[in-house]
């Protein structure tokens, strides 16, 4: 077979055609016999020669001969000057910032040009600008108009002249600033003046106002004239089609402007040289003078509707008649009744004109068909396929429908007319007989449900039933639905749609006022809560307020039922939030908040689990004691209850109620709780607490020490006295620094004040804006009383003296040491005192203090103490061994620092020894002795402290030994508990969960055993005081795992179950679903044998669990074993090509039947022997009336596939089974290879003969050398 192509006589000739000029002889090949191939030459001609090149080389060789023109840059740089004088901004030092700089930055951004700027000598500007030319021309007007100081001038032209200055669409004028970079400004044609104004440079300004100058001279040049010509004989002058007039124009240079027929003027104007011109009026005259003469017109009535016909399109009819006949036809205006045309011409000629424009006339018609408006989008068709198919034949047609009438007009030539007419009323009747219509009437506020969501319900009545439905816009308000298309089908959507909108007419809307802060909750994170409602009451739309609203109102809409249900539900949901968000404050002193949290929040924890409540504290650097406890209401009350009792256990708390008048309570609790608050900071920081305003009760109740709360009593009951009888009150005001100095150490001061008078002093809060108001509360006399003293004082503290005192320069570190922490709490203890110490370095013992003489005094007494202190100090030593030392000082040091404060001493522990084993330092010989023996001996006495054991207390002796006291007590004990060994790892727990709970509830260490120890023992240690708890509570988790491991042992009861395989799927279920329940119900696992084990019997089933539970499972599985074995399996034989209808999309009609008659139905699987049975399985009735229901449907669907397959051979014609001849390939004769010369037939292989592209080729060894 041969490997070229071959070319078909036509394929050929077109390949030869572009090759050689001349006739070529091209063998034809036909299907009975094969001419002679052609020759090589013919089918590929070589080259022409160089001597044929030169012959032809004087005739044009084609575009690539041309020579090539050299292509322009398309970037251009311009450099502009701007003289000193004419700069705009002449600031010498702001060169390459400020004004200029910006200006030339938005210039480059707004015209893309690229800007240099630079300073001449003489101060002059040079820009140099670089870009493509317009952007330079745009950025060189901007530098002018924003750099350069602009001037003006005006140029008086004749106002006729200044359209050609514009040019069309201000073309001229904008090429024109930009050429000169100036603003030209032209007065509007309203305007009489003729002064044109120009803006800009100097230079500018010349060039600007040459060019206008130069167009003006022009136009001057050229003459205008009018000539007033009738209008009916402007058409003869203008000649068919324009081309008198434009005759003319050519043959004279003139510019002649006739009137269009719209426009009602009559004159003509000419512009052009005068001599041009006159000709050219003259030629115009003639023909109007000639025409007026020799025509004469006939009035014809048409029908105005034809009258479009006679014009044609764009006036086509008009300018043909014109050309045929000479004579021209006037037709009324389009918005005139007047039916009258008028032909103009030469009498002769008028009878044939008149002909055509009847002929014109008539040559299109108008006719209507009568269809229903409903029929009129299925006569269009989709996407008005039905009409395309009349409008492609008859495309001069024109059918019109009009929306609201029963009729389509046609409108187009009569022949064309008439056959879609027919074809329209052939469309028309054929709808009218297999279509129908009905309305019905459904309220308009349910169509949107009709409609449903993104048009789902609507669009499944349109596809199910093949039918049209047409709902008014809302915009309409009507109640009018349409149903259109098959009448069965208009039938079922009918009955649907009244369905649906009767049960809407049964829905209800009910609002339920539930409080906005419960809306949240109610809705669930991510909408969880509310989804699960809608999901239990899909019929019913739940709609929440906007958040923004502040409304209460949840609205639920849906059949009155449901709603009545969710209502029902979500009421109760709402009453369990209500009973959920009882809050109550409990007022707990600060100190003990710490043990109401617990070891990392053990305490707080299991009290928030147990009550089931929330419980927020407030935080620590808070000064609020109130603990806020929410949730049901006797919750709240327990978990409260739970906290009193620690702080009850914790201290010598004791409560007392106290009856005051309910009346008095406002007044007692004083603006913004202030007189309250100076009641309990007064008695140790008692709890007040008053009842709910608007209660009724009189019961105020008072916690605290007993001591203090005897006190508080006292005051409050004075004060409700004092209340009831008259209380007056004054205000006094003193600096917030001389407040602590009045009060006094422990209230001392302010006691005095109020124990003499009997008057209430009460000194401003933290938080309470206006800090020197003191209020005195009380009778007028006391109050006066205590006034007088309280301004006394100030007055005293007013007065500054200036004082010193001796102090011995080796305490002066005390007082300045920590930033001078002593002497800060000195002035703020006594009215804001300053005291200075001498420098360091200088053996000075003067102590300077300045302040209020009353303070002054009083911190020189403090000093005075605090130096005693200082020289009564002594140094105790406490042995601790350095592994407590952690566990003694507390989390952060808190321990340690509450003992030093408590005992108001200084405890320094020692440094950590890296290596704890003791070891003895080597003796030193000193002055040739031997080292101290009795040191050395009481450094190796293993009885003796190490020095990193031992702890050092300074402060007063007494202070001293017992704050030592204080931190023996917290050294840990360690006591062994015995707890079975198999029990280790259930109390460590997953991860250590287990054991690190026990630690931070009981606050202690529990130390579990390695396993490979095998021990039972485990240890303890804590504080002496949690080790009991800790113990018994560790004793109590052993009892529950013994418990748990005895359940264990009751649940690992196993039963055996014989039950024939084939019934295992039965039994396991769709998706496991049977056998997930039987597990549920019983709480027992049941193990089905694994097939692929050969050992295991495939008949046992395990069950384990409770021996009872196992035994109900057991029967439970046997039950449906029963069930099963009553069950008979038949094959029917059914036509496998309706297997596919009968299974339905992914198996859902299979499964509707199998649901519907309680069978199995098992389909073959592909390439079984018999494709045609299929398996029924079930109780013996259920299985005959499921085969006659799928023989019933294998009936109605095998009809519909021997149609289709009939169909089939129609729709697909055979394929042509005859294989066409092998293909020869491209053949010529007279090839260089098989003639007899030495040339050979190219290689096909050779990669010298085809080489490929980029391929390295063996140079050809040539007999006298390589190519030079």
Same mark, same amino acid.
């Given at each position: ?119 001449? $000598? ?64 032209? *007065? ?105 003469? $020799? ?101 001069? +047609? ?8 029963? @009729?389509?007009?046609?409108?187009? #030539? ?57 709902? #008014? ?20 959507? @009918? ?30 994170? $991510? ?17 929440? *307020? ?81 603990? =806020? ?45 202030? %007189? ?9 920081? +008692? ?76 000194? #401003?809060?933290?938080? &309470? @804006? ?29 007065? =500054? ?5 001796? +102090?011995?320069? @080796? ?98 522990? *020692? ?104 021990? &039972? ?23 529950? %795992? ?16 014989? =039950?024939?395989?084939?019934?295992? #799927? ?7 679903? =049977? ?16 097939? &692929? ?34 069950? +008979? ?140």
């Amino acid at each position: 077979m041969s490997s070229v192509a071959v070319l078909t006589q036509e394929s050929f000739a077109e390949h030869r055609s572009g090759l050689v000029p001349q006739q070529i002889k091209v063998a034809t090949l036909n299907s009975e016999e094969e001419s002679d191939p052609p020759t090589y030459k013919d089918a590929f001609p070589p080259l022409p020669e160089k001597a044929a090149c030169l012959e032809s080389a004087q005739e044009p060789a084609g575009a690539w001969s041309n020579k090539i023109r050299p292509i322009k840059a398309s970037v251009i740089t311009q450099v502009f000057h701007v003289p000193l004088e004419e700069r705009k901004y002449k600031d010498m030092n702001q060169f390459g910032e400020g004004e200029q700089a910006k200006i030339c930055l938005e210039i480059m951004q707004r015209t893309g040009a690229h800007l240099e700027l630079s300073l001449a $000598k003489d101060q002059g500007l040079s820009i140099m600008v670089s870009g493509k030319l317009d952007a330079v021309m745009k950025a060189r007007k901007d530098i002018v108009a924003r750099l350069q100081t602009q001037a003006s001038a005006t140029v008086p032209i004749p106002k006729e002249h200044h359209r050609f200055v514009i040019g069309k669409n201000g073309e001229k004028l904008q090429d024109l600033e930009l050429k000169t970079a100036t603003k030209i400004q032209i *007065p509007r044609p309203d305007d009489p003046s003729n002064q044109i104004k120009i803006t800009g440079t100097k230079e500018g300004i010349e060039k600007a106002r040459h060019e206008v100058l130069l167009i003006s001279a022009e136009q001057d040049k050229r003459a205008v004239e009018r000539l007033e010509v009738e209008k009916a004989f402007h058409p003869f002058i203008a000649g068919p089609y324009n081309r008198l007039v434009g005759e003319i124009m050519q043959e004279t240079g003139t510019r002649i402007n006739i009137p269009p027929p719209s426009v009602n003027r009559t004159e003509i104007v000419f512009t052009g040289e005068k001599e041009q011109l006159a000709q050219a009026v003259a030629r115009i005259k003639k023909i109007y003078e000639e025409k007026k003469k $020799k025509t004469t017109t006939i009035a014809v009535e048409v029908k105005k509707s034809q009258h479009k016909y006679v014009i044609g399109p764009k006036g086509n009819s008009l300018q043909e008649i014109l050309e045929r006949t000479g004579v021209s036809v006037e037709i009324p205006p389009s918005d005139s009744i007047s039916e009258t045309v008028i032909l103009r011409g030469e009498p002769e000629k008028l009878g044939q004109a008149l002909t055509e424009v009847y002929a014109k006339a008539n040559s299109f018609t108008v006719s209507s068909v009568s269809a229903p408006s409903w029929l009129h989008r299925f006569i269009i068709g989709k996407k008005g396929q039905n009409l395309a198919k009349i409008t492609q034949q008859m495309p001069k +047609v024109h059918i019109e429908f009009t929306e609201g009438e029963d @009729k389509i007009t046609l409108e187009g #030539p009569t022949e064309d007319v008439n056959v879609a007419q027919e074809q329209i009323e052939g469309m028309v009747k054929d709808l009218i007989n297999r279509m129908d219509y009905v309305e019905i009437n459904i309220d308009h506020k349910f169509h949107r449900h009709l409609i449903g969501k993104s048009g789902a319900n609507i669009n499944r009545i349109k596809d199910q039933y093949k039918v049209s439905v047409r709902i #008014p816009p809302d915009s309409e308000k009507s109640n009018l639905i349409r149903i259109e298309g098959d009448p069965q089908g208009v039938q079922q959507a @009918k009955r649907e749609l009244l369905e649906l909108a009767s049960r809407m007419e049964n829905e209800r809307t009910k609002d339920l006022i539930i409080e906005q802060r419960f809306h949240r909750t109610i809705i669930g994170q $991510k909408g969880e809560r509310i989804r699960e409602i809608r999901d239990k009451f899909p019929e019913v739309i739940i709609n929440f *307020p906007d958040p923004a609203q502040k409304s209460d109102i949840v609205q639920l809409r849906g059949p009155k039922n449901e709603v009545e249900k969710c209502t029902k539900y979500m009421q109760k949901m709402v009453a369990d939030l209500v009973e959920n968000s009882y809050s109550i404050s409990v007022p707990i002193f600060k100190q003990f908040h710490k043990n109401i949290i617990g070891k990392g929040g053990a305490n707080i924890k299991k009290i928030r689990e147990e009550s089931n409540t929330k419980i927020d504290l407030p935080a620590e650097n808070s000064n609020s004691e109130t603990i =806020v406890i929410t949730g049901k209401r006797a919750n709240c009350e327990a978990a409260r209850s739970r906290i009193l009792s620690i702080q009850k256990d914790l201290a010598n708390i004791a409560e007392v109620e106290v009856s005051i008048p309910a009346k008095l309570h406002n007044s007692l609790i004083g603006t913004k709780g202030r %007189l309250i608050r100076s009641i309990m900071e007064e008695c140790g920081g +008692v709890h007040i607490h008053f009842p709910v305003e608007g209660s009724g009760s009189d019961t105020v109740v008072i916690r605290g020490p007993s001591s203090d709360v005897e006190k508080a009593k006292k005051q409050l009951l004075h004060l409700a006295e004092e209340k009831q009888t008259k209380s007056f009150t004054v205000d006094i005001r003193a600096k917030p620094e001389y407040h602590k100095f009045l009060i006094g150490k422990g209230g001392g001061k302010i006691r005095k004040v109020r124990d003499s008078t009997g008057a209430r002093i009460i000194f #401003p809060a933290a938080e &309470d @804006k206006d800090q020197d108001l003191i209020t005195i509360i009380g009778k007028e006399d006391a109050v006066r009383e205590a006034q007088k003293e309280l301004e006394a004082l100030i007055q005293n503290l007013d007065n =500054v003296v200036e004082d010193y005192m001796l +102090v011995d320069p @080796k305490h002066h570190r005390h007082f300045v040491i920590r930033r001078g922490q002593v002497l800060r709490e000195i002035a703020e203890e006594y009215g804001g005192v300053m005291v200075s110490f001498p420098r360091s370095g200088t053996q000075s013992d003067k102590v300077t203090l300045k302040g209020a003489k009353d303070c002054v005094e009083a911190a020189k007494k403090r000093i005075q103490e605090i130096i005693e202190d200082l020289e009564a100090q002594v140094t105790v030593e406490c042995a601790i061994p350095q592994k407590f030392h952690r566990s003694v000082m507390g989390p952060k040091g808190s321990r340690i620092q509450q003992i030093t404060r408590d005992y108001n001493v200084q405890i320094k522990f *020692p440094d950590r020894e890296e290596n704890p084993v003791h070891s003895v330092e080597p003796s030193i010989q000193e002055n040739g002795d031997e080292a101290g023996e009795g040191r050395e001996a009481k450094e190796t006495d293993p009885g003796s402290p190490r020095r990193c054991d031992i702890i050092i207390i300074s402060g007063r002796k007494e202070k001293c030994e017992a704050a030592k006291e204080a931190l023996e007590a917290l050294v840990p004990v360690t006591i062994e508990v015995e707890v079975p060994f198999d029990l280790h790892r259930y109390i460590i727990g997953q991860k250590g969960s287990g054991i690190r709970k026990m630690m931070d509830e009981f606050e202690v260490n529990i130390h579990v055993p390695a396993p490979e120890l095998q021990s &039972d023992t485990i240890a303890i240690t804590g504080l002496a005081a949690n080790l009991d708890r800790a113990k018994a509570g560790l004793l109590d988790r052993v009892k529950e %795992l013994q418990a748990e491991q005895e359940d264990r042992a009751l649940r690992s009861f196993k039963l055996n179950v014989t =039950v024939d395989p084939k019934y295992h #799927p039965k039994i396991i279920g769709r998706k496991g679903a =049977v056998i997930t329940q039987i597990r549920l119900e019983h709480d027992v696992n049941i193990q089905f044998p694994d097939k &692929d084990d050969g050992n295991q019997p495939q008949d046992q089933i395990t069950i384990t669990g409770y021996e009872k539970n196992t035994e109900a499972a057991r029967d439970a599985i046997l039950k449906i074993v029963g069930e099963l074995e009553q069950m +008979v399996s038949e094959d029917v034989p059914l036509d496998h090509r309706v297997h596919a209808r009968i299974i339905g999309a992914r198996g859902k009609a299979i499964r509707k039947i199998m649901d519907e008659f309680k069978v199995d139905i098992r389909f073959p699987q592909s390439g079984a022997p018999d494709p045609n049975c299929v398996t029924v399985t079930g109780l013996p009735e259920n299985v005959e009336e499921a085969i006659d229901h799928i023989l019933n449907l294998e009936e109605e669907y095998l009809a519909d596939v021997v149609d289709s397959e009939a169909l089939q051979v129609y729709m697909k014609p055979p394929a042509h089974e005859e294989s066409k001849a092998p293909s020869k390939g491209f053949v010529v004769r007279d090839a260089p290879w098989t003639s007899s010369s030495s040339e050979k037939a190219p290689d096909m292989s050779s990669s010298e003969e085809f080489p490929s592209f980029g391929a390295q080729v063996a140079p050809k060894t040539l007999p006298w050398g390589p190519k030079r």
